[in-house]
């Protein structure tokens, strides 16, 4: 949540390969706010030393940084070119704070004033990093389509979980639970994967077994894909946050894609944020709708957001239609082309692989597969197949870790609506197509990457509870996709109820 005294959102990039473009999001993002009329403190915190403050026109001086006016700054500001955005060094190598403490992210913008405060971290994982992260509101990480890249989000990840769990086990009836943590770690030569991880921990008792699940059911990381040129780039981001399901637990949210483009490369040699130099380029654009999805997600699992519960059970293992990610209505065609995606992502020289699995792992689960397609492609296996399982829903490991109680994972397949050309579609309608098609509402926020809240929204339709209407015609089109709808005829007849309320 934002900080209780100041209402200030703290945001943090890093933890990626040196040279993802964390830097470049980064001052996206604080550019897209700036323009939304926010206050934005840039806390270049980059291990190597600062580098961000020439970029945004900001001159050199040393001091800390005054309370924020819309006077001129004093003598020691750090004001920029950008409108409502100020750069704060927290490397310098002269002045009052040579390693400026991050440990509580929220003493060093509590003073500013500002609404947002983005702090770069820079590349690594560094102690100081892993903190500031786990103080942060939002943790953001890039990664680009190269293996060495994508082993750092999963180095990131391990880092993260081992430090948040090390935390919580020293508050523990269980003095001998952090020397168990520590011994794992070395014994690894650095921490496991956070599911291993935590299965490990949580045999030592309930109590450890609910704090390593529960805080791996809290930890969430926003990953954000660079430099993209391909189809397979595009679809990487997803493809990593899938594979990782099994082994990184549903720690990964993917925030979208920044193609290459020379734009960046101009503008930085320019020394000028990507956004202010090329307003109108493509990577400008990708810039702009990531910054403006995370920052619709923050909104949508703020203080809203209820604790989550603590499982203390290991996730169940995945059935046949969470290894290909469809859902139990599947149809053969559906079937055939999510299996070709999975071979795809699953392949020898997948990148999305990098570091997370060894050959002996990745043979195991493209045996099964194979063995999903063959029982779900034949009728007299698929149907006691279907009954032998609980009626769950895609991504069930990703549902045994979420915030909210399972309110339909045992609830039988409702009748599917009739539906016509001349069906008005509203939210009630909606939720019937979905229990029809015997999906969690949480499966719909794993896919489409809208947050609960919203979804609750849309379907009760509680028009107050939305967002602008921009997004909310975004949400729309993108639930009518998943539900496999007519797109035009349900966003027509559901925005005609909706401005009909936005007018009463």
Known sequence: MADPVTNTRVITFGGSKGGAGSTLIATGMAIFLAQLGKRVLYVDAHPQGPCVASH?????????????APSPPE??????????????????????????????????????????????????????????????????TVTTPEPVAVEAVWRLVRHLYARRLSERLRTLDDP????????????????????????AIAARS??????????????????????????????????????????????????????????????ARRKRPLLVDAPSAKASRNLERVARRLLSLDVGRGATSSPAPEPVEAPAAPTHYDLLAIDRGASDEEIRRAYRKTREVYATESVCLSGLMTDEEVSSIVARVEEARDVLLDPSRRRPYDLSIAPVGVFSLATRFDDEPDVTETAAPSR?????PDTEFTGALLKAVREARNVDLRDVAARTKISLPYLRALEEDDFAALPQSVYTRGFVIEYAKFLRLDVDQVVRTWFRRYRRSLER
């Open 206 to 267: 309930q109590e450890a077994a609910a704090a390593a699940w529960g805080e791996l059911s809290r930890l969430r990381v926003r990953l954000i894909v660079n430099q993209s040129r391909s189809r397979a780039d595009l679809e990487l981001g997803e493809a990593i946050v899938r594979v990782g399901l099994r082994r990184m637990g549903p720690v990964l949210e993917f925030m979208g894609h920044v193609e290459y483009d020379d734009a960046a490369f101009l503008a």
């Open 56 to 68: 945004f026109g900001a001159f050199r001086s040393g001091g800390a940084l005054p309370p924020w």
């Open 416 to 420: 599917m609506p009739d539906l016509t």
């Open 176 to 199: 001998g639970a952090p020397d168990a943590l520590a011994a794992l770690v070395r014994a690894h030569a650095g921490p496991p994967a956070p599911v291993d991880l935590a299965n």
């Open 75 to 140: 003598p020691r500001g750090r004001e920029t070119v950008v409108p409502n955005v100020r750069v704060l060094e927290a490397t310098r190598e002269d002045g009052p704070f040579p390693e400026l403490p991050l440990r509580h992210p929220r003493e060093l913008v509590r003073a500013s004033g500002a609404d947002f405060a983005l702090l770069d971290m820079g590349s690594g994982v560094r102690t100081r990093t892993l903190d500031a992260m786990l103080e942060s509101d939002t943790v953001v």
